[in-house]
């Protein structure tokens, strides 16, 4: 495995896994009563989860699919992030992921 997969397998798994933090940071906030509803909408703990299902998407294509390609993996990649956005804008009609207020 080159070293340019071995980097982009590595930040996918960051990518989940601070994902998982952030979730857990902002579920515990939500549940003690500092940060309000109104504040941070519970659509965009919707919108978390699916950038983690999204990351494992991804890391299951670099992984195990035939991607020696780094043409292929850059159009999967660009794919995946118009695919979030389409469902982010429906989950949050016109406020972006990190407007919601």
């Known amino acids: ?10 930040s996918m798994g960051l990518e989940l896994f601070l994902g998982a933090i952030l979730i857990m940071v902002v579920n515990r906030r939500l549940r003690s009563g500092r940060i309000s509803k109104r504040t941070f909408h519970i659509q965009n703990l919707e919108t978390l989860f699916l950038i983690l299902i999204i990351a494992v998407i991804e890391l299951f294509t670099i992984k195990y699919a035939f991607l020696r390609n780094r043409v292929l993996l850059i159009v999967i990649e660009i794919i995946l992030v118009f695919v979030f956005l389409v469902v982010d804008r429906r ?6 992921f990190t407007g919601g207020v």
């Open 1 to 10: 495995m080159d070293n340019w997969l071995r980097i982009t397998e590595i």
């Open 91 to 96: 989950f949050n009609g016109k406020e972006s």
